[in-house]
Each structure stands twice: as C-alpha cells, then as structure tokens.
C-alpha cells in the first residue's frame, strides 16, 4: 500500500495550530491592554484638587475619561466581579459570558461564518450584548448589577472630577492632554 502523490490531511489540529492561536490570544490581549495607562499616574495624589466650576469638572470627566478609559473600564468590572460573589450563579454566566465575548468579539481574525453566512461584527456586538444582560438579568442579580455599575459610574466620576488634566501625556500625539 502506497500513498505516492496523496497529500497527507489532518482531521484534527495539531498542538501547533493551539499554540498559535493561544500566542495571537496573548497579543491580542496585550494590544487591549496597552491602551491602559499607568495606575501611578491615575493615583497621583498630587494630581488630585478640588474643580473650580462645574464647567471645569465636566471638563476634567471628559478629558480623564477619554486618557483612563481602559482604567476606568477595569475599575467599574472589577467592582462587578466584586458585587457577584454573593451570586455564584451570576458569577459563572458573567465569567461564561466574558469568555463568549473574548473568542467571538475580541480574539476573532477572521469574519465569524455561521451556515455559511459571514456575520458582521456589529450583529455580533449586538446579539452578546443582549445575551450578556438577559443571561444576567434571568440570573436574579438585577438588583446588585444595578448597584455595582451605579457604584462603578460613581467612583469613575469621582476620579474623574478630582483629578487634573495638566499633566497627562498623550503619546500619540506627544503633547499634553488639556483641558478646552
């Protein structure tokens, strides 16, 4: 039995194609968070003063929000993680979820194909988003959701608020962030 000029396929893939994909993963990941800034910088207690008006605090919340985003993104889930301890169930369908969004939003190459069909990514955005809040919502944790994302906002906007714009540095654009 010979199997001169047959090209040998794999009905599987190997440990190799693993590890690719779990290497693109850790990059993806790290490009996320590369857009997070220093959490010295964010706490600076020098940088922290009473606003003068309401314009500058509205002011300092868009310019401090734009610069800490993905900060500001980690503080408000880290205190929804938090508030679902007390919800085993919530936790796992939140972890489940998280998980859903990492390999069909985030960590997705190629166009998501299913019957066929190439999905966009807005149809996706939109389905796990609705699917994230009512798998949460039927999880009977509204209540504490509800609180931990208003404690989330809260503290965001506080930080925010308190916090001057004159000494972020913008790499992008290597200038100083200030405030209009």
Do not use: C, Q
Request: hydrophobic share 50%.
């Amino acid at each position: 039995m010979t199997n001169y000029g047959t090209i040998p396929t794999s009905s599987s893939a190997g440990p190799s194609a693993n590890i690719e994909y779990l290497s693109r993963a850790k990059e993806r990941i790290k490009e996320g968070l590369a857009d997070r800034r220093p959490w010295k910088l964010m706490f600076n207690i020098r940088s922290f003063n009473f606003p003068g008006n309401i314009s500058d605090a509205i002011s300092r919340v868009r310019s401090n929000v734009a610069y800490f985003t993905m900060n500001y993104a980690m503080i408000v889930l880290f205190i929804l993680f938090l508030s679902l301890l007390w919800h085993p169930v919530s936790l796992i369908v939140f972890a489940a979820m998280m998980a859903a969004w990492l390999f069909l939003y985030f960590l997705r190459d190629e166009p998501l194909v299913v019957f066929r069909r190439t999905v966009d990514d807005r149809v996706v955005l939109i389905v796990l988003g609705v699917l994230t809040i009512v798998f949460l919502l039927l999880t009977d944790a509204t209540p504490n959701i509800l609180w931990s994302l208003l404690i989330g906002a809260v503290v965001v906007l506080v930080h925010a608020s308190f916090r001057r714009t004159d000494d972020l540095y913008d790499e992008e654009s290597t200038g100083l962030i200030s405030s209009p």
